[in-house]
């Protein structure tokens, strides 16, 4: 078995995306990130505003809580959809990190 083969990165849930020149993102639980890491960011048309896999540096500002290098001032606000849940869920994926998953 390679390092790499059983390596899945966390996925968390997103709640809440401000708007601002540096967005502010919100995760459900504790996200465990690190100041530098780099993650991909989705959140679908759905929540008001759109960022279909968009990959940024993040700064950690909380236990749940980062700050990204993305620019969201000309987007809808983030808000959570109402109806059935036919559809992805804003979510935050690590793309770059320490993998501590590995064979031993």
Request: hydrophobic residues 40%; aromatic residues 10%.
């Amino acid at each position: 078995m390679g390092i790499t083969d059983n390596f899945v990165p966390k996925a968390y849930i997103v709640t809440d995306v401000t708007n601002e020149i540096r967005a502010n993102v919100t995760t459900i639980v504790d996200h465990d990130y690190f100041t530098g890491q780099v993650v991909r960011i989705i959140v679908p048309l759905a929540y008001g505003m759109n960022l279909n896999y968009v990959q940024t540096k993040i700064t950690v500002t909380g236990t749940n809580t980062f700050q990204t290098e993305i620019d969201t001032t000309g987007q809808a606000a983030f808000v959570t959809p109402t109806f059935p849940p036919a559809f992805t869920q804003a979510q935050v994926t690590p793309i770059s990190g320490v993998e501590d998953n590995l064979d031993p």
